[in-house]
C-alpha cells in the first residue's frame, strides 16, 4: 500500500525538457585593439573546474572597448577576478603588469576582471582606469558589473578567484594561493615550460 503513493509521487514530478531548443552559441568579433583570433567554430562554454571551457562573455574594458575572453583562443590566459576593496586583489595588481610582460612574447595574456569597485558597487569605465593606472596594468581590465560571470567563476566569495587557461581556453588550473610565486608557476606549466 506504501508503494503506490511513493511511485505516484516519484513519477508525477518528473521534469521535461522536450520541445525546449538551446540555441547554439555563435561567437562574433568584438571591436577592440587586443589580440584577437577566432575560436574554433565548435567551442562550447562549460565551467570553471579543471579541463572545463569558460563560457564566453562581452565585457567594456578600460578604454571603453568591448573584450570577448574567447577572443584570446590560441594564448595562455591568465584570468584574475578580483575587487576594488580587496587587499590581497590589490597586492596580485601590484606585480601583475610585471606578470603580464614576462610571458607576453609567448602567446600569453593577463585579463583583469573587476566585478565592484571600493563601494561594493559595479565598476565604471573611471574604477577600471583607476586600477590600470594606479598599478600600471597594460593588458586588459574589464567590468563585469552584474557580476554575472564572475559570480559563476569565484567560490565562497573569496577574491582574488584567479586560473590559467591553457591555449584552447581550457582551466589548466586554479591558482591556490593566488600569489606570485604559485602563479608563475602554473602560467609556466601551461606555456610547457
Known sequence: MRTLPLLLLATACVPSLEGVAV?????????????????????????????EVPHDFRLTDQHGDEVSLWQFYGKVVVVDISTMWCAPCRDLAQTTEETYQDYVDQDFMYLTILPENVENEPP??????????????????????????????????????????????????????????????AIGRALGE
Open 124 to 185: 565604471s569605465r573611471e574604477d577600471l582606469n583607476l586600477w590600470a593606472d594606479q598599478f600600471s596594468i597594460t593588458a586588459p581590465v574589464v567590468a563585469d558589473p552584474h557580476a554575472d560571470w564572475a559570480a559563476s567563476a569565484v567560490n565562497n566569495g573569496q577574491y582574488p578567484a584567479v586560473f590559467v587557461l591553457d591555449r584552447e581556453l581550457r582551466v589548466a588550473e586554479r591558482v591556490n594561493p593566488p600569489d606570485d610565486p604559485t602563479l608563475h608557476a
Open 23 to 51: 540555441e547554439p552559441y555563435v561567437w562574433t568579433r568584438p571591436e577592440n585593439t587586443w589580440p584577437i583570433a577566432e575560436p574554433p567554430e565548435d567551442l562550447v562554454g562549460e565551467g570553471f573546474f579543471a579541463g
